[in-house]
C-alpha cells in the first residue's frame, strides 16, 4: 500500500501547490519548484503511512488467523 499512497499524495501535493501558486500570481518557475518539492515530500509521507497501514492491516489478518484456527484446533481436541 505504500506506492499508492505514496503515488495519491504526491499527485495531491502536485495538484494543490500548482493551483494555488496560481490563484497567488507567482512566477511559474517557483510554481515548479515548490510543486516539486511538496511533491516529493507528500510522497514520502504517504509511503510511511501506506507501509504502517499494510503492516497492521497484517498483523489483524495473522491475528485473527491464528486465533480461529486455535479455537478450530480446541474444539476438535480429542479426549484423553
Known amino acids: ?33 515548490q510543486a516539486v518539492t511538496y511533491t516529493v515530500v507528500y510522497s514520502a509521507i504517504g509511503w510511511v503511512l501506506g507501509n504502517v497501514g499494510d503492516q497492521l492491516v497484517r498483523q489483524s489478518v495473522e491475528m485473527n488467523y491464528r486465533d480461529r484456527f486455535e479455537k478450530l484446533r480446541q474444539a476438535n481436541k480429542k479426549p484423553e
Open 1 to 33: 500500500m505504500g506506492r499508492p499512497f505514496a503515488g495519491c499524495f504526491g499527485c495531491i501535493a502536485l495538484a494543490t501547490s500548482i493551483v494555488l501558486g496560481l490563484l497567488k500570481g507567482d512566477f511559474p518557475d517557483s510554481i515548479l519548484t
